[in-house]
């Protein structure tokens, strides 16, 4: 079955900086789902990437798929308190398997 | 439009009790999967359904089961709760199975003492 592993699990920032949280599969990523959770709440669909290479930005949000090293990363530019949250990657797993796999979830907060 | 509404928002239950959760997908998607998310963890697929047919289900006991109806409202019913039920029951909609960007509603809580 297909694994997701982020990193860092959490992350404590400065409003301001830069930060990257990455996702990486154990298998084949023909699908890769980007996701904000406020603590107890339900999921906000960030991004969503399908091939190799892509590159998705919305705001101050980007997110990468390096198809052949089977992992994407989330990257914030000058962060905000707005920002913080649990970010989940989720993955398709392919064909008729039409689940989403999560990872655990990197918890990031944005000190003012 | 509405989003993915789920009912009700916080649940609380005795351990052996029954309960059943209620989801209504964005309109015009035909297809609902429920995940449990227990704390500290991501969520967990439990099943999905298209058209009123079961499509997925994950690795969960026989005491959990669903079902979609016409109108492709679901519902997911939990027999014989344990305390290790307990966590945030989320459900997601989409236009079809393996449709991008399935959208989640605000989820279910759900403690049993």
């Known amino acids: 079955s297909q694994e997701l592993e982020q990193s860092p699990q959490s992350l404590i920032v400065q409003e301001g900086k830069n930060l990257t949280i990455n996702c990486t599969s154990s298998?084949?990523?023909?699908?890769l789902y980007w996701y904000k959770q406020k603590y107890g709440e339900g999921l906000i669909f960030l991004m969503m990437?399908?091939?190799?290479?892509e590159e998705k930005s919305h705001e101050k949000i980007t997110a990468k798929l390096d198809e052949k090293k089977q992992q994407s990363s989330l990257h914030i530019t000058a962060s905000q308190p707005s920002h913080a949250g649990i970010y989940l990657c989720g993955a398709d797993g392919g064909g008729s398997n039409y689940k989403l796999t999560f990872g655990k979830g990197t918890l990031l907060t944005v000190n003012p | 439009d509405a989003g993915v509404t789920q009912s009700p928002t916080h649940l609380i239950k005795t351990r052996g009790q029954h309960v059943t959760l209620r989801c209504s997908p964005i309109s015009g998607h035909k297809s609902v999967s429920w995940y449990q998310q227990v704390l500290g963890q991501g969520p967990q697929f439990i099943f999905q359904y298209y058209e009123k047919e079961e499509r997925g289900r994950g690795n969960f006991p026989d005491r959990f089961s669903a079902r979609q109806f016409p109108n492709y409202s679901s519902e997911l019913n939990v027999n014989a709760l344990l305390l290790g039920d307990s966590a945030l029951y989320l459900c997601?909609?989409?236009?079809?199975?393996?449709?991008?960007?399935?959208?989640f509603g605000q989820g279910t809580r759900l403690t049993v003492v």
């Open positions: 997601a909609s989409s236009l079809a199975p393996g449709a991008f960007g399935a959208f």
């Open positions: 298998k084949t990523l023909y699908g």
């Open positions: 990437l399908q091939k190799g290479g």
